[in-house]
């Protein structure tokens, strides 16, 4: 599969910097980088975004996340590798990534469930950085992004 263009960030510099920026200030909320990290691998799972499960890996590996967590991430509620805050900010990502799954998009549960593990800065953080994943994640798969192809 070849890409249908580059990515439109990368055509539009301004636009880079920008998400980069956003990127950067959202991992400032007192989230640990590793529970961000997994939220976007996670998010990217979902809508199949090959280049940021490509450098998310890496980025998990290199903060020294073992294979066994990144393997079975997906499959996050049925493995005992991950701990009831990391669980709650999965659930987060999963509900603000499919909006349109169901009537109540982030349902009162998965919320409070969320803000009983972080702060309003904490979630602020997770839902911007699940924000910023989502927006790379439609951009790359729209465009064909290949992994390791990025640029």
């Not at 910097?17 to 939220?39: F, S």
Request: glycine share 8%; aromatic share 6%.
């Amino acid at each position: 599969m070849a890409a249908r263009m580059q990515n439109p960030a990368v055509l539009v510099p301004e636009a880079m910097q920008a998400i980069h920026a956003l990127n950067k200030a959202a991992r400032k909320g007192g989230v640990p980088d590793v529970t961000l990290e997994l939220v976007h691998m996670r998010a990217s799972q979902i809508n199949g975004c090959g280049p940021c499960l490509d450098m998310g890996g890496d980025h998990l590996r290199k903060a020294g996340v073992s294979d066994q967590r990144i393997w079975t991430l997906a499959g996050w509620r049925e493995t005992p590798y991950y701990s009831d805050a990391e669980r709650a900010a999965l659930a987060l990502a999963e509900c603000v990534t499919r909006l349109g799954d169901r009537p109540d998009a982030v349902p009162d549960e998965v919320w409070d469930e969320a803000a009983e593990h972080y702060d309003e800065q904490g979630l602020s953080s997770l839902l911007l950085v699940i924000g910023v994943t989502n927006l790379f994640n439609r951009l790359n798969v729209s465009v064909r992004q290949q992994a390791g192809a990025w640029g």
